[in-house]
């Protein structure tokens, strides 16, 4: 990167939705001109027309749209940019694009592909923050091959153990070895699943923390050697390993021990040179010790609530930096300003295992009002398109304590009009009103333990509608003093059809 500073005039955006539309807004506000590039399938989203200048680069699915480094690469010649965005996802953690970019003297948002290559295999990873500070789970230093190593390390950290993909992270490659008896098959298994995956076989061993926290640190870098925290996520409420729920600060970290994980995480950093936005996740058990997992090397899909509790713009200070500015604040200068909480709104049933929804957004209108914000991609009519992820919106609310923040969030879904497709909203309703989650006591088990389908009121409003119909009808033909009385929990039709 050089030295020099080069101010970007316009940018690129290679993504789609939501953040290509968030990373827009920043760019305009800085005078910025944009070019959004996008599939077939997406002709009419909102992003494209936002942009400046839009490009079609192909047919809907991404391995012929959105991730052809080729098309990007001659879109950015052709129309004279100066830098692109990643966005999350698709080619934002992808090391040859970042190199094909700099080859054809376009600025990459984003850190080295050093960095990425480093922290995009998890024993690369561990292997470079070792010595840095920074606390690590009990486990194999390198790949493991051998049975006879891997039993001498499980008796050492003690059982249960957990084989983890060095290509893999997310969660992907996981599996937990109970016993001694089972090492042999979990291990021979875990090899052959990480070679069908990952195209590589590398797996490492690590003690098995039970009912743990997902707490990710934000941090931030130039490229003059400045390196800060921007406080951490609590992530603990997902599915699969995919996020619904996210929210800053988290509920259980003392000053003191941010202070430790936020400078473990400038460490994680520090050791691949960091530039740009990124995020350091760790485990946090139940006493309170943390562990590094892994850095995403990207703006991440829940970065809202850190702008939310430190007045950044994340997309700004990733554009500064990469024209070669200095961060404009030290450590010292920020300050958390109350409580921010992002659920995911995905075109996915939680009634029905969360099945991917398809349909059309025949209603939809998001709620509004002090303390609200959503990043949505989509307008009322538009169909959600099958080829890319479901998430429709990103739902956040901001308060000045996390009691204020839960009751927005609380109010801020009931507003939110959504007919056409089934999504996560009353998920996440129920999460809001749940004992474990309002009292911050909750790890990454929570949907196992406290979910099941039949707990979400209005599972199914239309099916509801109609019992409630068919029920007052029967009443009214038996006893007429009934024929008014609302659904048995106290849903008025009106209210079950408006979602
Ligand atoms: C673990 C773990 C328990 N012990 N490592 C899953 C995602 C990946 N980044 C790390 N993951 C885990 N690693 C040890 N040694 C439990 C998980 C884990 C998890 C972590 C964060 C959020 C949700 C999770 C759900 C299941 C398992």
Redesign the pocket.
């Known amino acids: 990167m050089a030295k020099k500073n080069r101010k970007i005039q316009k940018l690129l955006v290679a993504n789609r939705g939501e953040i290509a539309l968030r990373v827009m807004r920043s760019a305009r506000e800085m005078g910025i001109k944009t070019v959004a590039v996008f599939s077939e399938a997406d002709r009419i989203a909102p992003f494209v027309r936002f942009a400046d200048e839009a490009v079609c680069i192909g047919p809907a699915p991404s391995k012929e749209s959105y991730l052809v480094i080729e098309k990007l690469v001659k879109v950015c010649t052709d129309f004279k940019v100066d830098a692109v965005h990643p966005g999350y996802g698709f080619l934002s953690e992808n090391g040859a694009f970042c190199t094909a970019l700099e080859q054809a003297g376009v600025i990459f948002i984003g850190p080295t592909p050093n960095a990425m290559k480093v922290m995009g295999d998890k024993l690369a990873a561990k292997e470079a923050v070792k010595g840095h500070g920074v606390p690590l ?1 009990p ?1 194999t230093e390198g790949a493991v091959n051998g049975l006879e190593v891997a039993m001498s390390v499980a008796k050492t950290i003690t059982f249960p ?2 084989i ?1 993909a060095a290509a ?5 490659g ?1 599996r ?1 070895v109970e016993k001694e008896s089972e090492l042999k098959e979990g291990l021979e298994r875990a090899i052959s699943e990480a070679q069908n995956a990952f195209g590589d076989g590398s797996v490492f061993i ?5 009912g ?3 707490i990710e640190v934000q941090i931030m870098a130039d490229t003059h050697g400045n390196t800060c925290y921007l406080f951490e996520r609590e ?2 409420i ?1 599915r699969r ?1 995919q ?1 619904v729920v996210e929210e800053a600060p988290s509920a259980v970290l003392t000053p003191e021990l941010r202070k430790r994980m936020g400078e473990a995480a400038v460490s994680v950093a520090k050791s691949v040179d960091y530039r740009g936005a990124g995020t350091v ?1 760790f ?1 946090l058990d139940e006493k309170m010790n943390f ?1 590094f ?2 850095m995403n090397t990207r703006l991440q899909v829940e970065h809202p609530v850190t702008e939310m509790i430190t007045g950044l713009d994340l997309v700004k200070l990733q554009i500064r930096v990469a024209e070669g500015e200095k961060l404009p604040f030290t450590q010292d200068e920020l300050k958390i300003n109350g409580h921010a909480i992002e659920i995911r709104v995905y075109a996915e049933d939680p009634a029905n295992n969360f099945l991917p929804d398809i349909g059309t957004l025949t209603t939809y209108r998001p709620p509004q009002g002090p303390g609200v914000r959503v990043d949505d991609g989509f307008e009322e009519g538009m169909t959600i398109p099958i080829h890319y992820d479901p998430m429709i919106a990103k739902l956040i609310t901001h308060g000045a304590t996390r009691e204020e923040a839960i009751t927005r969030m609380e109010r801020a879904i009931d507003d939110y009009a959504i007919s056409g497709v089934e999504t996560t909203l009353t998920f996440c309703r129920f999460v809001m009103g749940h004992q474990s989650f309002r009292s911050g006591a909750y790890d ?2 929570f949907v196992r333990d406290h979910f099941a389908p039949e707990m979400l009121e209005g599972a199914d409003p239309e099916e509801q509608l109609v019992a409630a119909l068919v029920a007052a009808h029967l009443l009214q033909d038996r006893s007429p003093e009934h024929a008014e009385r609302p659904s048995a929990n106290g849903t008025s039709a009106w209210k079950l059809k408006r979602r």
Do not use: D, F, N
């Open positions: 789970v486990g153990i957990l983890k893999g992270g997310g969660g992907k996981m937990i690590e003690k098995y923390v039970a743990p926290r997902h992530c603990s997902q390993h996020k996740e485990l562990y997992m892994e990454t088990h």
